[in-house]
C-alpha cells in the first residue's frame, strides 16, 4: 500500500445500521479502508458521524451487517465470538481515552496483562517499552496513583507488549491537557515505527491527526 509494507488491515464495503425502538440509524454504508504495517492513520469525522463505531467493528466487538474486514490474512468477518475474542487478543491492541487499567493490579502487571494472557510475554521487549514510555519509577504503584498521562502511558505499553499487528486507538488523549497529549501521542507514533504495526487513531483533533502519515474522514457514512 501507501508504504509499500503488507497490508495489515483491510475494510470492504463495510455497513453498519443501528436499529432500536423503531429508529433505524444508518452509520456505514460502505467503508473501504486499508492500512499497512508501519502505517500511522488518523480517522476524523464530525460527532455522532460512526468513528468509535468502526473502530469496534475493526476490534471484533461488534458485528457489521456487510461488508469484510481483515486483520493481516485473517477474516473477521467469517470467525465465531470467541475467534474473534482470540484474535483481539493475540493480534491487536487497543487503547480507549478512558485508560481502561485494571485498578487492583500494579503498573508492572498491567503492562504484562495482554501479553500473559496472550502467552507471548517476552521480558526483553518488556523491560524496552518500560524505558522508552519512561515508567521505570513507577512499576510498583497503581492506577489510581497515577497521573492521566501516566496511566495513557501504561495502557499504551499493555496494547503494545504483544507486538500487535494493528494498535487501534479511540481518541487516546481526549482526557490530557495539551501538552500531555502531545508527550505521549509521541511516544506512541515512535513506538508504532519500533514496533512495524499498522496504527488507526480516532481523533477530534486537526492538529494531532496532521502528525501522522495519512488523514481519513468518515463521513455521511463513508471514507472520502
Ligand atoms: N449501540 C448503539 N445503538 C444505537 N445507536 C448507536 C449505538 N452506538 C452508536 N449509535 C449511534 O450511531 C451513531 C455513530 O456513533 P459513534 O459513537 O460511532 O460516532 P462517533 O463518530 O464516534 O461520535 P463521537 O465523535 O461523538 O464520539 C450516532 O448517531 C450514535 O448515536
Redesign the pocket.
Known sequence: MANGNPIVLSVRDLTKT?R?AGEQ?E?LRGVNLSIAAGERVALT?E????????LHLIAGLDRPDGGEIRIADASLTDLSDSGRAALRRDRLGLVFQQFNLIPSLTVEDNLAFQSRIAGCHDAAWHGELVERLGLGALLRRYPEQLSGGQQQRVAIGRALAIKPLLLLADEPTGNLDEATADGVLALARDLVARTGCGFLM?T?SVRLAATLDRQIN?HAGLIA
Open positions: 443501528y432500536s440509524i452509520v469525522g460527532s455522532g458521524s460512526g468513528k468509535s463505531t468502526l480516532v477530534h468518515l
